[in-house]
């Protein structure tokens, strides 16, 4: 079975500093799909970014990036410039490109932003 | 376009009761999936639903708890005598057609449901 782990609990970073969020998981597929998800306190979730396995280049999505190494399976994000509305939950999800569609999320690193 | 609908958004039972719970996915979407996340805990997947069939339910609880996508109509998660241990937040979240793997699911706003 697929697991995804995020071994940070809670980080922490100076506004408009950078920061990143790890995430390693285990698959013996070889085509999946990542995301980050971001939950503020109103709960919603948010798509942040995602990431096609088979696709060497790192997605980037504006201050949003991620380091993808597929050898390693880790798959962590890095938020640029970060700002206060930042803050919130981060979940990082796998899913499998083939068959059942369900995601599989780690534990979350709860983000805070000082100002 | 609206997004996935889900309601109620806050909904409180006393234990013993039932409680339903209401997911519309965006238009045009027939995919449906139910995930549970318990306090300060990541979402865990419960069950996925295509119309009118139940694709899998690997993630439900195998007593209680029974899912539904109608033809017509919402999708309905259904926690029959509830005990405390069901409070968590349910969400909902809906995608497009299966041979479309690029698109990601959509999420509604969540169900916060409380056992007193």
């Known amino acids: 079975a697929q697991t995804v782990t995020q071994s940070q609990p809670e980080m922490s970073v100076q506004e408009a500093e950078t920061v990143t969020l790890s995430c390693t998981y285990d698959?013996?597929?070889?085509?999946?799909?990542l995301f980050w998800y971001k939950q503020p306190p109103s709960r919603q979730m948010i798509l942040v970014i995602r990431q096609e396995a088979y696709k060497q280049q790192n997605a980037t999505e504006n201050r949003f990036s991620v380091n993808f190494q597929k050898a390693a399976k880790s798959f962590s994000l890095k938020i640029s410039d970060s700002q206060l509305g930042d803050a919130a939950m981060y979940f990082c999800a796998y899913r499998e490109n083939f068959g059942n569609e369900k995601l599989t999320f780690g534990t979350g690193t709860r983000l805070t932003i000082i100002p | 376009n609206a997004g996935v609908m889900q309601n109620p958004r806050h909904l409180v039972r006393r234990r013993g009761q039932e409680a339903r719970l209401r997911c519309s996915p965006m238009k045009g979407h027939s995919h449906v999936y139910w995930y549970r996340q318990l306090p300060e805990e990541g979402l865990k997947f419960m069950v996925y639903?295509?119309?009118?069939?139940?694709?899998?339910e690997s993630g439900m609880p195998k007593e209680r708890f029974s899912a539904e996508f109608p033809k017509e109509g919402p999708s309905i998660l259904r926690i029959q005598q509830v005990v405390r241990g069901d409070s968590a937040a349910y969400f909902c979240?809906?995608?497009?057609?299966?041979?479309?793997?690029?698109?990601?699911?959509?999420f509604g706003d969540g169900t916060r449901l409380s056992i007193l």
């Open positions: 979240a809906s995608s497009i057609d299966r041979g479309r793997f690029d698109q990601p699911q959509h």
């Open positions: 698959t013996s597929e070889s085509d999946y799909y």
């Open positions: 639903l295509q119309k009118e069939n139940i694709i899998d």
